[in-house]
């Protein structure tokens, strides 16, 4: 994408031609603070809610789950997501190494630090008479569990790595719900403060990963334009580490 001939002096430097994939929701806020913090014009990313593409400021905005798609082909050099997307879109991003064979691949740049949540695996706030909490106890009787979540491929690999089977139920919308229907009997999903499971009655029962805002870049985009890329993860690193 071609930056606009208007854009302001200052916010035309601000990411020096580089275009930016920029995740709706959670992150928001942080990743424009950001963005702002390296002199990009952010009043209209901040006052315009429904329009998606900013041309003058080379900026496009999304669902967080689809920021490394477009990253990946091509269509923003740069984006900002968490880690709990990287992990669960399947194959993963690399360190600046060479990608998976027979796929492309995305580069993970730097660990931004801001949208701190932990993916937790979560049941109902109660045990039996052995001690046994639901997920606990369906697997001893049964020999596996229902675990619904919204992250499949996360939750499976956390299974797999605890030694446990697991049937993985995955829902779209509110996951607490499912240990309440009776549709699961563990959950897997992301929480910043645990109020949301605290209030439907259940209790973090392991913590598998904590999940932050990363900065991803295009393989091909990162060997053009690396002049560019690495004096603005410069600038990112100062300000991360300040």
Excluded: W
Excluded at 63 to 89: C, F, N
Excluded at 93 to 104: K, L
Excluded at 118 to 134: K, Y
Excluded at 208 to 232: F, G, H, S
Aim: glycine fraction near 10%.
């Amino acid at each position: 994408m071609t930056m606009s001939a208007n854009a302001a002096p200052a916010a035309a430097g601000a990411l020096d031609g580089l275009t930016i994939a920029v995740p709706r929701g959670a992150l928001f806020a942080g990743t424009v603070d950001l963005l702002a913090s390296l002199g990009l014009d952010t009043a209209e990313l901040r006052s315009n809610d429904r329009k998606l593409l900013f041309e003058d400021v080379g900026v496009i905005t999304m669902r967080p789950s689809d920021v490394p798609t477009y990253v990946e082909d091509g269509a923003a050099d740069l984006g900002i997501t968490g880690k709990d997307v990287l992990l669960e879109r399947g194959g993963r991003a690399s360190d600046h190494g060479a990608g998976e064979r027979g796929r492309r691949q995305i580069y993970e740049l730097l660990d931004l630090g801001y949208g701190r949540c932990t993916m937790v695996f979560a049941t109902a706030d109660r045990v039996n008479d052995r001690g046994e909490d639901p997920a606990a106890e369906a697997l001893r009787r049964l020999g596996t569990m229902r675990v619904a979540t919204k992250y499949p491929r996360i939750a499976a690999r956390h299974l797999e790595q605890t030694g446990r089977q697991g049937e993985i139920v995955e829902v779209k919308g509110s996951v607490e719900l499912a240990p309440l229907t009776g549709l699961a009997e563990a959950i897997v999903d992301l929480t910043a403060t645990g109020t949301t499971l605290r209030e439907n009655g259940l209790i973090v029962r392991e913590s598998i990963m904590e999940c932050t805002a990363r900065l991803i870049a295009n393989t091909v985009a990162y060997k053009l334009k690396a002049a560019q890329i690495d004096q603005l993860l410069e600038r990112l690193r100062a300000g991360v580490a300040a």
